[in-house]
């Protein structure tokens, strides 16, 4: 069975679902973490984005690339990173994807092509894009997803890298999470002009504004965005309109926005938008209820392994730093 709407398989749907719940538990896990102490660093949850994650990289090979964000966990998860080895890292233990060094702000997993976490807004544009030129003069195939917020678009990267990305036609696909913040402020109340999809059409890129909470319409776009960036026909932009339903931080509070307002948001939460669509194609809520169940064992036990995990070794402080040699 399908969902006319998008064309969506259900086991499609369903794994998108299970996909999402791993990513809410891993964010409430380290939200609490952050809270109590456990966590060396700030935490920035993507609680409510999950979809944009899930629908965009559920279209990328093993071997595409990805850059993201401060906010960073749910892209992380949803292309291929082990959440347990995840954990670790912002615990600050060895055996995390950074060695336990970086932290939720440097996570990163070559592995899966997970380029980078970036703690510096709009920097992970210029380095999509630069991986992206790579694909193209390698002829490998590859595309690149490069996950950046709507503060991002009033950064110069944004400009130089979609101008770049054009003039040289890269398989790049720009997502914007438009979820109407940039830290404590309205992003609107900082931007001119008519949001990010015009900008980047000013640019000559193809653009789409979607709902991104509606994982199906953001798989189904992906898939034709993709499919015209392996034919060469790139870059293309992808604005998914959002809401951040947790403060920027574990540590905010987010009083400068109504409880009212956040309590609207919440009925488009995407899991719950999720859950509804499939329930009207006849997936029971106690099958859901099982997979956000095995979220939550999953992570609780990533958290316990996290908190038992040794510190790096003494040894080890500098491997991994860049040696450019000694001071002239
Ligand atoms: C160059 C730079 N300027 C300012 C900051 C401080 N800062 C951290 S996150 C953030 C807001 C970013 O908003 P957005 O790009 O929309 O992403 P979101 O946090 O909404 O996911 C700011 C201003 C920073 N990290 N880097």
Redesign the pocket.
């Known amino acids: 069975m399908s969902d006319a709407k998008h064309n969506i398989d259900v086991e499609r749907l369903r794994r998108h679902y299970a996909t999402m719940g791993l990513i809410r538990a891993f964010e409430d896990a380290a939200e609490q973490a952050a809270r109590e102490g456990k966590v060396t660093g700030a935490v ?1 949850s993507s609680v409510g984005q999950e979809a944009i994650a899930v629908g965009v990289c559920a279209n990328l090979r093993q071997d595409d690339q990805i850059t993201t ?3 960073g966990h749910g892209h992380s998860i949803a292309k291929g990173t082990d959440p347990a080895k995840m954990m670790r890292e912002l615990f600050g233990r060895a055996g995390g994807t950074s060695g336990g060094k970086g932290g939720s702000m440097h996570i990163a997993d070559f592995s899966v092509g997970m380029l980078g976490a970036n ?4 920097a992970g544009i210029p380095i999509a894009v630069g991986a992206a030129h790579g694909a193209k003069l390698l002829g490998n195939g590859r595309v690149v997803a490069c996950f ?5 678009t009033n ?1 110069g990267p944004f400009l130089e890298g979609l101008n770049w990305a054009k003039v040289f036609t890269l398989p790049v696909l720009f997502v914007c ?1 438009d ?1 109407a ?3 404590t402020t309205r ?1 609107k109340a900082v931007t001119a002009g008519d949001g990010p999809a015009a900008r980047a059409r000013a640019i000559g890129l193809h653009a789409a504004d979607i709902d991104g909470n509606d994982v199906a319409l953001v798989d189904a776009t992906v898939a034709e965005l993709v499919a015209r960036l392996r034919a060469g026909d790139g870059p293309m932009f992808l604005n998914c309109r959002t809401y ?1 339903l947790r403060g ?1 931080t574990a540590a905010d509070a987010a009083a400068y926005r109504d409880a009212s307002e956040v309590e609207a948001r919440w009925q488009h939460d995407p899991m719950k938008l999720t859950a509804e669509q499939l329930q009207r194609l006849g997936v029971a809520e106690s099958h859901l209820a099982g997979l956000r169940q095995a979220a939550t064992v999953r992570v609780a036990q990533a958290l316990a392994e996290a908190a038992a995990a040794p510190y790096p070794a003494r040894a080890t402080a500098f491997t991994d730093v860049q040696d450019v040699g000694a001071p002239a």
Do not use: L
């Open positions: 920035h964000t401060h906010r703690g510096v807004v709009a950046f917020g709507d503060g991002a950064r999470e979820n913040f940039a830290s992003t951040r920027h």
